[in-house]
């Protein structure tokens, strides 16, 4: 009970020494008086409108002076206008309102009464565990009505004391609203160094001096407003604002920071000794930044001046909590310890490489990270990122772009050399047990770098039962009938790599669905995980950068088993883009499909004039995604076709006929005496390659299932740009394929006859083979591109090449060597031609 009362007390005394701040007072003499009409007001433009933005600062004096004047148009303005509230640091800021009023129908209602002012402390940081300590001043208006107009006035005097008297900040001349007009005056001691810098065309100011002040006044009409576009990146901004310091330089920031960076270097030593130890150096230092990442909780109180000033590591280490500033001390302090060279680098997480159009201000950066040098290496690490992994060859530090080293002597912004980029790959495993049943599907998923860190720390911040139902639901969409996750969890954690392996059991139940015409039912095979990784927001006509995020890339394999051999297309598909790659392939080859997909994310960001051509190539891609399994009953069930049996007869009565014609009319002379050589020598070689080509025709005619119906009718309805052609060039093969293996058998007959005439049709036989080779290539190439474009031209090549070699080799073979002359010398009239009887004859 008496500490609930102690805690009270202490929350009062506060609360009463912040309404202390605020006071009442009339306008400083050092402001000019500014004021406003009531005009150009459009209504179309929101529920509220700026008519005034009045700023003034005193640097010598310490005092921002702010007037407001607003127009509220309809109830939504009134809804987020009625409150009028004041942000400062009880610690060093104080509050004098001069003026709080309604205007209606030009009559003045004056609202200034501190005692209907309240002071609660939003800590707006909060989410990021960020205390700041400020406190916000509020009254919340009475009888506010559309049209009105809400005017105040208020100067908050007081600078941080850690600044030390040096003066830096943006004021804009531009916002994404309508102001009617913007009055920005700055004074300072004319002795003082002072610099501003405009951007986005913003106007120069008036200069005048006097009395030992510089005035620099801007006055302006801001009815021009912007808005920014989709997917901005966060380091641009539009509109036009001036920036202002007294800050000569980079190096006058390190002089300013040095002495906030400064620590008992005998504290370090006990809390050294705290740690475990490892056995070298490079171990050690590992093991310091996990210390600090991992056990340190992230948390800051940045009230006054401990927005810049971090805490000892001694506390830090005591109190096992800190902000960025705290932890990286720390480190910094642990490595120094063991003879390290280490230092805080302070840096912008959002400006990144645009930190270099900013003027110099200790203002300028809003993180601080470690930077140390090991071996001849430097090395950069945030120490507030936990559940990080990795040796000191695989640390991953974000894209920062540069930082400030607080090093003695330095004068520029050092760059942080980016890690090499995040990468995802899953491996997916789908066995489905029958046609129209089930299926088991196993998902092994490899993530690396800052993947690998956002995994581990999900990992281990949620319970292993509300992960399995955010991985179910996740495929749900895709599977509706999936049943909750058999296994979900990471399987390998390299601490040296940087890597994690997650590994996940599913059953799917009923993996196929109905078609919409039918019998029909599908499955579909799609790359659910990598869909979000390409989800961008359409965007034309951009004048600014489209941000992407940051380069990654993403890897693919699905393996689906099916219940039996499965027929499909392979094919290859490639999207290659400046600022993208993708590719996707599929395989089938038995009862086993593998289907592919590669994604790489080039750069950050792309420029606006190019970002349709990069949104069109995302299209391409997500058009190629599906890979759909057809399964018609009704066309699987085998029918004969009666083309085929036709075909076939045709090619076979034909060749017949021909070998028939040959067999009896053509009996060329034997070109040598007649030694009756029996068959033997390097012949044999084509004698067994032409007992086998009718076994391999038959298999490659039966396997192809010419003499399927359904085949014919899927041909017919290929998505092709000419189906008759298909059919045509698919009966032709069919022909041609019956026309070799009938002509093979025929040539086989004069083989073992020893025919005079094989040498010559032989030969015929092999030039016909490479002529079919070529002319099937062409064929698919010229008159089948669709069919050409899926196929492996690889494969053809292969096939033209062995017809080739096989025609070089055989034909010259059998036209010149003297061991065919002596063997094939017998005619339709089965004998042998003596030499003599040849020789008596011709004399």
């Given at each position: 009970?008496?500490?609930?009362?102690?805690?009270?007390?202490?929350?009062?005394?506060?609360?009463?020494?912040?309404?202390?701040?605020?006071?009442?007072?009339?306008?400083?003499?050092?402001?000019?008086?500014?004021?406003?009409?009531?005009?150009?007001?459009?209504?179309?433009?929101?529920?509220?409108?700026?008519?005034?933005?009045?700023?003034?600062?005193?640097?010598?004096?310490?005092?921002?002076?702010?007037?407001?004047?607003?127009?509220?148009?309809?109830?939504?303005?009134?809804?987020?206008?009625?409150?009028?509230?004041?942000?400062?640091?009880?610690?060093?800021?104080?509050?004098?309102?001069?003026?709080?009023?309604?205007?209606?129908?030009?009559?003045?209602?004056?609202?200034?009464?501190?005692?209907?002012?309240?002071?609660?402390?939003?800590?707006?940081?909060?989410?990021?565990?960020?205390?700041?300590?400020?406190?916000?001043?509020?009254?919340?208006?009475?009888?506010?009505?559309?049209?009105?107009?809400?005017?105040?006035?208020?100067?908050?005097?007081?600078?941080?004391?850690?600044?030390?008297?040096?003066?830096?900040?943006?004021?804009?001349?531009?916002?994404?609203?309508?102001?009617?007009?913007?009055?920005?005056?700055?004074?300072?001691?004319?002795?003082?160094?002072?610099?501003?810098?405009?951007?986005?065309?913003?106007?120069?100011?008036?200069?005048?001096?006097?009395?030992?002040?510089?005035?620099?006044?801007?006055?302006?009409?801001?009815?021009?407003?912007?808005?920014?576009?989709?997917?901005?990146?966060?380091?641009?901004?539009?509109?036009?604002?001036?920036?202002?310091?007294?800050?000569?330089?980079?190096?006058?920031?390190?002089?300013?920071?040095?002495?906030?960076?400064?620590?008992?270097?005998?504290?370090?030593?006990?809390?050294?000794?705290?740690?475990?130890?490892?056995?070298?150096?490079?171990?050690?230092?590992?093991?310091?930044?996990?210390?600090?990442?991992?056990?340190?909780?992230?948390?800051?109180?940045?009230?006054?001046?401990?927005?810049?000033?971090?805490?000892?590591?001694?506390?830090?280490?005591?109190?096992?909590?800190?902000?960025?500033?705290?932890?990286?001390?720390?480190?910094?302090?642990?490595?120094?310890?063991?003879?390290?060279?280490?230092?805080?680098?302070?840096?912008?997480?959002?400006?990144?490489?645009?930190?270099?159009?900013?003027?110099?201000?200790?203002?300028?950066?809003?993180?601080?990270?470690?930077?140390?040098?090991?071996?001849?290496?430097?090395?950069?690490?945030?120490?507030?990122?936990?559940?990080?992994?990795?040796?000191?060859?695989?640390?991953?530090?974000?894209?920062?772009?540069?930082?400030?080293?607080?090093?003695?002597?330095?004068?520029?912004?050092?760059?942080?050399?980016?890690?090499?980029?995040?990468?995802?790959?899953?491996?997916?495993?789908?066995?489905?047990?029958?046609?129209?049943?089930?299926?088991?599907?196993?998902?092994?998923?490899?993530?690396?770098?800052?993947?690998?860190?956002?995994?581990?720390?999900?990992?281990?911040?949620?319970?292993?039962?509300?992960?399995?139902?955010?991985?179910?639901?996740?495929?749900?969409?895709?599977?509706?009938?999936?049943?909750?996750?058999?296994?979900?969890?990471?399987?390998?954690?390299d601490s040296i790599k940087n890597t994690v392996v997650v590994r996940e059991s599913y059953t799917i139940n009923k993996i196929w669905e109905d078609g919409t015409s039918g019998n029909t039912i599908y499955c579909d095979i799609y790359p659910i995980v990598l869909e979000p990784y390409i989800e961008y927001t359409k965007a034309t006509n951009r004048k600014i950068p489209y941000y992407l995020g940051d380069p990654f890339t993403y890897e693919q394999t699905t393996e689906i088993n099916m219940p039996e051999t499965w027929n499909g297309d392979n094919m290859e598909i490639s999207v290659d883009g400046k600022y993208m790659k993708y590719s996707n392939t599929t395989n089938c080859k038995g009862s086993k499909i593998t289907v592919t997909h590669d994604y790489a994310l080039l750069q950050s960001t792309v420029p606006g004039d190019s970002i349709e051509t990069f949104l069109n190539h995302i299209e391409e891609i997500k058009n190629e995604l599906h890979y759909y399994l057809t399964y018609d009953p009704d066309r699987a069930k085998f029918k004969v076709?009666?083309?085929?049996?036709?075909?076939?007869?045709?090619?076979?009565?034909?060749?017949?006929?021909?070998?028939?014609?040959?067999?009896?009319?053509?009996?060329?002379?034997?070109?040598?005496?007649?030694?009756?050589?029996?068959?033997?020598?390097?012949?044999?070689?084509?004698?067994?390659?032409?007992?086998?080509?009718?076994?391999?025709?038959?298999?490659?005619?039966?396997?192809?299932?010419?003499?399927?119906?359904?085949?014919?009718?899927?041909?017919?309805?290929?998505?092709?740009?000419?189906?008759?052609?298909?059919?045509?060039?698919?009966?032709?093969?069919?022909?041609?394929?019956?026309?070799?293996?009938?002509?093979?058998?025929?040539?086989?007959?004069?083989?073992?006859?020893?025919?005079?005439?094989?040498?010559?049709?032989?030969?015929?036989?092999?030039?016909?083979?490479?002529?079919?080779?070529?002319?099937?290539?062409?064929?698919?190439?010229?008159?089948?591109?669709?069919?050409?474009?899926?196929?492996?031209?690889?494969?053809?090549?292969?096939?033209?090449?062995?017809?080739?070699?096989?025609?070089?080799?055989?034909?010259?073979?059998?036209?010149?060597?003297?061991?065919?002359?002596?063997?094939?010398?017998?005619?339709?009239?089965?004998?042998?031609?003596?030499?003599?009887?040849?020789?008596?004859?011709?004399?």
């Amino acid at each position: 009970m008496r500490t609930s009362l102690f805690i009270l007390f202490l929350l009062s005394f506060h609360f009463v020494f912040s309404q202390n701040q605020i006071k009442k007072s009339p306008t400083p003499n050092w402001v000019n008086s500014i004021s406003f009409e009531d005009k150009d007001v459009n209504s179309e433009n929101g529920g509220f409108q700026y008519l005034l933005l009045d700023y003034q600062d005193n640097f010598p004096e310490e005092a921002s002076y702010k007037h407001i004047a607003i127009k509220l148009l309809n109830s939504n303005g009134i809804q987020s206008n009625s409150d009028v509230s004041v942000v400062f640091d009880p610690s060093y800021q104080k509050i004098y309102f001069h003026s709080l009023q309604i205007i209606r129908n030009g009559e003045v209602i004056d609202k200034l009464n501190l005692n209907n002012f309240q002071i609660i402390q939003r800590e707006t940081s909060l989410d990021r565990s960020l205390y700041d300590g400020s406190l916000t001043a509020y009254v919340n208006l009475t009888d506010v009505r559309e049209n009105d107009i809400i005017e105040y006035s208020y100067t908050t005097k007081g600078f941080n004391p850690i600044y030390d008297g040096k003066v830096s900040g943006t004021v804009y001349h531009q916002y994404a609203i309508p102001v009617n007009h913007i009055y920005t005056r700055l004074l300072t001691d004319k002795h003082d160094h002072f610099d501003f810098k405009l951007y986005s065309d913003a106007s120069n100011p008036e200069i005048k001096e006097y009395s030992g002040i510089r005035e620099y006044v801007w006055n302006v009409n801001a009815l021009d407003f912007k808005l920014y576009e989709n997917n901005s990146p966060p380091w641009i901004d539009i509109h036009k604002k001036v920036s202002f310091t007294t800050i000569r330089n980079w190096e006058e920031v390190v002089n300013w920071a040095l002495p906030l960076y400064t620590y008992p270097k005998e504290s370090v030593k006990e809390i050294a000794r705290s740690i475990p130890q490892k056995k070298d150096t490079k171990a050690t230092i590992t093991s310091y930044i996990r210390f600090v990442q991992n056990k340190i909780r992230y948390l800051g109180f940045e009230d006054g001046i401990n927005a810049f000033r971090p805490h000892s590591p001694e506390k830090v280490f005591n109190q096992r909590f800190g902000d960025c500033k705290d932890k990286s001390l720390l480190l910094v302090s642990l490595l120094r310890n063991i003879g390290v060279e280490a230092y805080p680098c302070l840096i912008n997480s959002y400006l990144k490489d645009s930190i270099f159009s900013e003027l110099p201000s200790v203002n300028a950066f809003n993180h601080c990270i470690v930077n140390f040098n090991y071996e001849g290496k430097t090395y950069f690490v945030d120490p507030t990122i936990s559940d990080q992994e990795g040796d000191l060859d695989n640390l991953s530090v974000p894209d920062y772009g540069y930082g400030l080293l607080i090093k003695s002597n330095e004068t520029t912004l050092k760059a942080i050399a980016p890690t090499p980029n995040p990468s995802v790959k899953v491996k997916e495993i789908i066995t489905l047990d029958s046609i129209n049943g089930n299926a088991t599907f196993w998902v092994t998923t490899t993530y690396t770098g800052s993947k690998a860190d956002a995994t581990r720390s999900y990992f281990n911040s949620s319970s292993r039962e509300s992960i399995k139902q955010d991985y179910t639901e996740f495929y749900r969409y895709l599977y509706p009938r999936i049943e909750t996750a058999n296994i979900v969890d990471i399987i390998e954690d390299d601490s040296i790599k940087n890597t994690v392996v997650v590994r996940e059991s599913y059953t799917i139940n009923k993996i196929w669905e109905d078609g919409t015409s039918g019998n029909t039912i599908y499955c579909d095979i799609y790359p659910i995980v990598l869909e979000p990784y390409i989800e961008y927001t359409k965007a034309t006509n951009r004048k600014i950068p489209y941000y992407l995020g940051d380069p990654f890339t993403y890897e693919q394999t699905t393996e689906i088993n099916m219940p039996e051999t499965w027929n499909g297309d392979n094919m290859e598909i490639s999207v290659d883009g400046k600022y993208m790659k993708y590719s996707n392939t599929t395989n089938c080859k038995g009862s086993k499909i593998t289907v592919t997909h590669d994604y790489a994310l080039l750069q950050s960001t792309v420029p606006g004039d190019s970002i349709e051509t990069f949104l069109n190539h995302i299209e391409e891609i997500k058009n190629e995604l599906h890979y759909y399994l057809t399964y018609d009953p009704d066309r699987a069930k085998f029918k004969v076709s009666w083309i085929s049996v036709l075909l076939v007869l045709l090619s076979v009565g034909l060749t017949t006929s021909l070998s028939v014609f040959l067999y009896n009319r053509y009996n060329p002379a034997p070109q040598e005496p007649d030694t009756n050589k029996a068959i033997g020598g390097w012949m044999v070689l084509p004698l067994i390659g032409l007992c086998l080509t009718p076994f391999l025709l038959l298999f490659q005619i039966f396997s192809q299932d010419f003499f399927n119906h359904n085949i014919w009718v899927g041909v017919y309805n290929a998505e092709t740009e000419l189906p008759s052609t298909f059919l045509f060039v698919l009966g032709g093969e069919l022909i041609y394929n019956v026309f070799q293996l009938t002509f093979s058998i025929f040539l086989m007959v004069l083989f073992f006859k020893k025919r005079t005439s094989l040498p010559h049709l032989i030969s015929i036989f092999y030039i016909i083979i490479l002529v079919g080779a070529v002319g099937d290539f062409l064929a698919l190439k010229f008159l089948l591109p669709d069919l050409y474009a899926q196929s492996d031209p690889e494969e053809s090549f292969k096939l033209i090449l062995r017809a080739f070699v096989g025609a070089v080799i055989w034909v010259p073979y059998f036209q010149i060597s003297e061991r065919v002359k002596e063997t094939f010398t017998k005619t339709s009239k089965n004998k042998t031609r003596e030499l003599s009887t040849v020789q008596n004859q011709t004399i």
